[in-house]
């Protein structure tokens, strides 16, 4: 069984930082692509960051500067710094995975995790 376990959200005041992380466990082959979604309420869901399988990334203005993407084998990052009321929403992880089992490649989700920037 494929699954994507985040962690990492919390609170954290305006100006701090928060390092999300996720772990893609189960018979995966290779990690095509890994990226971080947030939705806020009200909001529809969007694309803050994404690293490709080369290690290129891309990330929405609104983060430039301040958010950065990484992945160490099987496992996801999201350093956050700089951190403004805006920020706040959950976090979404997804990564597209190719299994072992199939070769055939398929879109993961994370459980989401809150994070809350609030004085």
């Known amino acids: 069984q494929v699954q994507l376990v985040e962690s990492g959200g919390g609170l954290a005041q305006p100006g701090g930082s928060l390092r999300l992380s996720c772990a893609a466990s189960?018979?995966?082959?290779?990690?095509?692509?890994m990226g971080w979604y947030r939705q806020a309420p009200g909001k529809q869901r969007e694309l803050v960051a994404i690293?490709?399988?080369?290690?290129s990334t891309n990330y929405a203005d609104s983060v430039k500067g301040r958010f950065t993407i990484s992945k160490a084998q099987n496992t996801g990052y999201l350093q956050m710094n700089s951190l403004k009321p805006e920020d706040t929403a959950v976090y979404y992880c997804?990564?597209?995975?190719?299994?072992?089992?199939?070769?055939?490649?398929?879109?993961?989700w994370g459980q989401g995790t809150q994070v809350t920037v609030s004085s």
């Open positions: 690293i490709g399988s080369g290690g």
């Open positions: 997804n990564a597209i995975l190719t299994l072992e089992s199939t070769q055939l490649s398929y879109s993961y």
């Open positions: 189960g018979s995966i082959f290779s990690i095509n692509s």
